[in-house]
Every structure is written in C-alpha cells, then in structure tokens.
C-alpha cells in the first residue's frame, strides 16, 4: 500500500467525517437501490383505456388526435417495435391506429379485442396500481437490492403499463435506445394479460408485485454489468451458445428466485431435498447442454433447444429455472450476502459456488462444465 503525506492522511481523514456527518449525499457515493430509483407509470395504460370510455371524445378530430399522440409516444411504439418484430411485420402509425379506434381489427398481431372486452376490470387494475406505486416501489427495491452490489449511479428502472393483445406478453424487460428516452433498459407490462394472474385485483396486484420485481432485476443489473469484471465476455447481445446459457442461468434464474421466493406455497417448492421440478430443471440443462456440445440435430431444432432456457411454458424453462434453484441453494446455506457476491460475480463465480454446494451434498444435482469451465 502506498502510503502519502501526513497532511494528505488528514485530509482525507477530514472528508470521511464530513461524508459521514452529512450522510455521505456524493452523487457518486456507491450505494444500493431505493425506491426513488424506481418509476411507475401507468398512464399510458390509462390513456388507451380513456379513449374507450362510452361517450369520451365523440369529436373524430380530437379522437384522431388522442389516438395518434398514443401510438407515437414511448411505450407504444417500444410496444409497436416488439410486436412487429414477433411478427416480422411493421406496424404504420395508420396501422395502430386503426387497430386502437376499431379492435375488431388488428395489424400485425397486434389486437386490442379482447383489452376493450375487458376494459372495466383492466381499468380497476390500472387504477389500483397507480394508487399503491409509492408502496409498490419500495416493495420492489427492498427485494432487489437485496442481491444486487452498491452502484456509483443508478439511473430509474422506467415500468410503463400499456394495454396490448392478449396472451402476448405479460411483462419483459427491453434496452429501449431511443434519443429522447435514453438508452436504459424499461419494463414493459402488458394489463391486458395481467388479468390471467387471479380472478379479482387483489389477486391480480398479489401476484403483480412479484412479476415487477423480477423484471426490475433484470433492468438493474443490465445497468451495473459494465462496471463488474466477472461478467466480462457475457455482455454480448449474440453470445455463443454457452454463454447464453450461463448468463440465463443466473440473469433469470436470480430474477425467478425474487419472484418466486414470497409467494404463497414457495415452502413447498424450496425444500431441503431436491423436488422433481428441481431436479428435472438440471437435467433438462445437461441434455441441453449435451445437444448443443454435439451439435444435435439441424440449427433449428439447437435454436429451440437454446430458446427454451429462458422461454416457453415456466417450468420447462430449465436455465431460468435450473438458476432459481441454484440461487436458493446458494442463499440457504450459505447466506444472501453469498448468493450477492455471486450475481457480483458473474457466472464463473455463481457456478463456483454452487458447485461447492454441489460437492459437499450429493443430493443436488450439478452443472455442465461448458457453461463456466473450472479452473
């Protein structure tokens, strides 16, 4: 250690008494997530829902006005870039508009039927929403600061709620760079497919909060990953194989142990013995990974094979879902200070460490050494 003058000492002394007296309020202090680092905006849910309120703007002029400043703002036309990009299809601002004033049509997969059908109990959603976003953001920063390292400079995890076709997408963290919002990841949720979480609003915003932390993971570890030297090479946005894989691994499988940690029955579901889905999970993972290591079938068929780590029904998603496992394993026996240092980590230090777990109780099941080879 190199050491510098007695007066460079006290100085230095003097401006840590000085941080700590005034609570250290440094922009660039490190510091973990809070809520005010967390934005909930619902009005872009709202505005749709409006405009299908019986006898609201029977001027076509205004009507036309209020639908075209809808489809040009923001969320929708994230929304609209999605949607076509599902669909291989571009969706004109004449297109969304048309779809929005007449949900009987539609463009480009895009449908706002079964949202008009349903708009009464979209809006009591919206509506309650907006009524708790100052509990929801604490909620949500609480769960996942919890994992996450202190950071320099958090920019606002951005959660927009739009209304969409059904059984679309319920919600999906997207890097949205447009010059007027930043280059930042946003959460995008779908009201319209919240309605399948429970049969009233208070189910619905039960399960909700889970989701909006889940997604909220996702956007604030994109935004501290450059400044972490375990996931150098993980970055890329079209990684190898088995580099997507272990970023999956740990990206979403943290993401689902937030989500899936506090809900009703998780005791039955995070157990001391491996369960049958835990288990299925990592063998589903090694067969995966087998397929992959000897290139198995055609490149579609190791397409879908890759595409399943992260999407498709939930319990088939064997990354994602072989990542929350190891996540608990890792927190339950070793401590959340421990399963942090590894989402610090990278998957090099998250599979190090569960693979120690791996080790000492033979019981779990290990991981392939492609996914983060040992050294």
């Known amino acids: 250690m190199r050491r510098g003058s007695n007066a460079a000492v006290a100085a230095a002394a003097l401006v840590a008494l000085l941080a700590a007296l005034a609570g250290d309020s440094s922009p660039c202090a490190a510091r973990g997530l809070t809520a005010s680092d967390v934005e909930i905006g619902t009005a872009p849910a709202a505005e749709v829902l409006a405009l299908w309120k019986d ?3 029977t001027d076509p002029a205004k009507r036309r006005r209020a639908v075209v400043r809808i489809g040009t703002s923001a969320p929708y036309r994230m929304l609209r870039e999605f949607q076509g990009g599902q669909n291989r299809c571009v969706i004109s601002d004449d297109d969304f ?11 480009c997969g895009l449908s706002f039927y079964q949202a008009r059908e349903g708009r009464a109990s979209i809006d009591s959603l919206v509506r309650e929403v907006a009524r708790r976003v100052p509990a929801l953001r604490g909620q949500i920063a609480a769960q996942v600061s919890r994992y996450l390292p202190d950071a320099n400079d958090w920019k606002p995890i951005r959660i927009w709620f739009v209304v969409s076709s059904r059984w679309s997408f319920d919600a999906m963290t997207r890097r949205w760079d447009d010059p007027g919002e930043g280059d930042e990841p946003i959460v995008l949720v779908n ?7 429970g049969n009233s609003t208070e189910e619905r915003m039960a399960a909700l909060e889970h989701v909006l932390a889940h997604e909220s993971f996702h956007a604030a570890l994109w935004q501290i990953q450059g400044s972490l030297p375990g996931w150098d090479g993980y970055r890329s946005e079209t990684p190898p194989p088995f580099v997507y894989i272990a970023r999956v691994v740990l990206d979403e499988g943290v993401a689902h142990y ?3 940690r ?5 005791d039955t579901l995070f ?3 491996p369960g049958p889905r835990e288990t299925h999970a990592f063998s589903q993972l090694a067969l995966a990974c087998k397929r992959i290591r ?3 079938g055609d490149f579609g068929s190791r397409m879908e094979v890759l595409q399943l780590a992260s999407t498709g029904p939930l319990w088939s998603k064997y990354g994602a879902i072989s990542g929350m496992f190891a996540a608990y394993r890792i ?5 959340v200070d421990s399963l942090r240092a590894a989402v610090q980590g990278g998957p090099p230090a998250f599979f190090r460490i569960y693979r120690g777990l791996a080790a000492a109780d033979t019981t779990l099941k290990g991981v392939p050494d492609d996914l983060a080879p040992q050294r």
């Open 55 to 57: 006898g609201a703007m």
């Open 97 to 107: 508009a048309r779809a929005l004033l007449y949900p009987d049509s539609g463009s």
């Open 191 to 197: 009201a319209t497919d919240v309605m399948e979480y």
């Open 258 to 260: 937030i989500d899936w």
């Open 262 to 266: 506090t809900r009703p029955g998780s």
């Open 271 to 273: 157990v001391a013995k």
């Open 294 to 296: 000897e290139r198995t």
């Open 331 to 335: 927190e339950s026996k070793l401590g």
